[in-house]
């Protein structure tokens, strides 16, 4: 049986409802044939996705912006401006319950465990932040935790969104050893051998069979897990290159002039997704794909 277009596999947002009503003309257009059916479902894969970016892609906007636009005689440090604009979205988004406040708890964990990378990262020289601010610690401005949450709630809110299952996922005490492992040896290698590669032998090993079940629309489509978190994190070293430029942080070799952050970080990042997917799922309990029954014709 085909869902009602206007139905939802989970409980939406208000503005989610609004808008998937305000889509459902639409769809009933698009099902007279089948490009418009699937013309259709890829509007919907692409909306969503914008909707889950949302925090994410206003932060980028920001830090492109203001690298163009910021006065030099502004009475507040451009960096100051990212950490209030980033305070007063998140405010925003939950005022408005475009962000539920379980999405919001992901995102907490995730600024604090990102700016305790920040803060060692920044102290051994992997990165700076050039411009001046007084919303700081140390030398690491508040606003970077938020560029963390930002992966957070993108993460928490595709979970949602899509209504993500999986099928194959390994246990969870396990996922969160390895996130655990991952995580330490992003601190360790300064002075241990990197264990990177083991690393993503151990990911490509527990996650190689896994695969996670998600509904653009009204039909469940599939991707390997280990393919998913890989495209998620080429999109976030392609958004870091436009931080860099932006000069919101800068690599060594990239105060000079700016240049394309290396392929290496899209190793880190990909590493990075496990940790996000695990802290998320210490949230939202991956729930395991069980295909719809097929009906069976009327005898």
Not at 113 to 125: N, Q, R, Y
Not at 217 to 242: H, S
Request: glycine share 6%; net charge positive.
């Amino acid at each position: 049986m085909t869902e009602s277009p206007i139905s939802a596999h989970e409980p939406r947002l208000p503005l989610e409802r609004w808008g998937r009503r305000l889509l459902a003309a639409l769809q009933a257009r698009a099902d007279r044939t089948r490009v418009g059916r699937w013309a259709f479902e890829f509007l919907m894969f692409g909306l969503k996705q914008g909707w889950a970016c949302v925090f994410g892609a206003l932060m980028l906007g920001l830090l492109f912006a203001t690298r163009f636009v910021w006065p030099e005689q502004a009475p507040i440090a451009r960096y100051d401006f990212l950490v209030i604009a980033a305070v007063t979205i998140q405010a925003a988004m939950l005022l408005l319950k475009l962000e539920s406040w379980e999405e919001a708890r992901v995102i907490f964990v995730f600024h604090v465990v990102g700016t305790i990378m920040e803060l060692f990262k920044t102290s051994a020289g992997s990165w700076i932040y050039p411009e001046p601010g007084l919303l700081k610690i140390g030398a690491v401005p508040l606003f970077s935790g938020f560029m963390y949450a930002a992966v957070g709630s993108y993460i928490a809110r595709i979970w949602r969104i899509f209504d993500i299952r999986f099928t194959n996922y390994p246990p969870v005490w396990t996922t969160v050893v390895l996130a655990a492992a991952i995580y330490v040896n992003f601190f360790s290698h300064h002075w241990l051998p990197d264990v990177r590669w083991a690393l993503f032998g151990a990911t490509a090993l527990m996650f190689w069979r896994g695969r996670f079940h998600f509904t653009p629309d009204r039909k469940t489509r599939w991707m390997p897990i280990l393919l998913g978190l890989f495209l998620v994190a080429l999109f976030i070293w392609i958004a870091e290159n436009v931080g860099t430029y932006s000069h919101a942080w800068l690599y060594p070799g990239q105060e000079g002039g700016w240049r394309l952050v290396s392929l290496a970080k899209l190793g880190s990042w990909y590493l990075l997704m496990f940790i996000s997917v695990v802290l998320v799922s210490l949230v939202h309990r991956p729930q395991a794909y069980e295909p719809e029954p097929e009906l069976q014709p009327a005898q």
